[in-house]
């Protein structure tokens, strides 16, 4: 299992009479930047996201509809500037029918060798100096390089980490030839890094994004491989 997954939990029970927000993104690198974005713009709660075969990622969050309004426009905003091209919908108290087809349970695709659902695991973040290439708790960082082929994001990481003291976390395959690999430590050097990776990929693959978050979401920490 690669992305952080647990068993399917009924959404509908938490959350019926909730606003649900859905946003669905290409890529894993808009996803998670936007998905930051949605957690610190308010009140909202990610649910689960859930990948399509084509190296999209439908993203579900729910909480009162002032909060769910405004995180999901600042998410598509963020997701656009990472060429995510996001699709979004908002439904007021959804019919209890529909959580039939909304509410997904946990799958696993053996094409691409992991699950396609995924829920957050809020579970507290090693910042040891064991554990993180890091002096300051505070400068923690993500870095995202994502490439439509394996080659390109191989050539980049191996720049990447020659270029920065940072830790790799994990490789995600979305289908359709994307793959993503995240990076984490100082800022200074998380940043570093993906500037120098990013610069390899031309000529090997497409670069489909190459992202920093400072001081990631709890929702994205949730999220990341375990």
Same mark, same amino acid.
């Given at each position: ?67 769910? +309004? ?13 060429? /995510? ?22 799958? #696993? ?12 695991? #809020? ?25 439509? /082929?394996?080659?390109?994001?191989? +050539? ?21 030839? #994307? ?48």
């Amino acid at each position: 299992m690669a992305f952080s997954g647990i068993e399917s939990r009924s959404l509908r029970s938490s959350w019926l009479n909730e606003t649900l927000g859905l946003l669905e993104t290409f890529g894993l690198t808009p996803t998670l930047a936007a998905i930051d974005a949605m957690e610190k713009s308010g009140e909202v709660r990610v649910l689960q996201c859930e990948l399509n075969d084509l190296g999209g990622v439908a993203t579900k969050v729910a909480g009162p509809t002032a909060a769910v +309004e405004t995180a999901m426009v600042r998410a598509c905003a963020t997701a656009e500037q990472l060429g /995510g091209r996001p699709v979004m919908a908002i439904i007021k108290r959804p019919d209890d029918r529909a959580w039939n087809a909304i509410d997904s349970p946990r799958q #696993y695709n053996p094409l691409i060798e992991q699950d396609v659902v995924f829920f957050p695991r #809020y579970e507290p973040v090693a910042t040891t100096a064991e554990d993180l290439p890091m002096t300051n708790e505070t400068s923690l960082a993500l870095g995202f390089i994502e490439t439509q /082929g394996f080659t390109a994001v191989f +050539e980049a990481i191996d720049t990447a980490c020659k270029a920065g003291n940072v830790q790799v976390l994990g490789k995600e395959k979305l289908g359709g030839g #994307y793959v993503t690999v995240i990076i984490q430590g100082d800022l200074a050097a998380v940043t570093a890094a993906i500037e120098a990776g990013k610069q390899k990929v031309e000529g090997l693959g497409k670069l489909i994004a190459a992202h920093v978050l400072a001081r990631p979401s709890p929702a994205v920490l949730a999220l990341l491989p375990k």
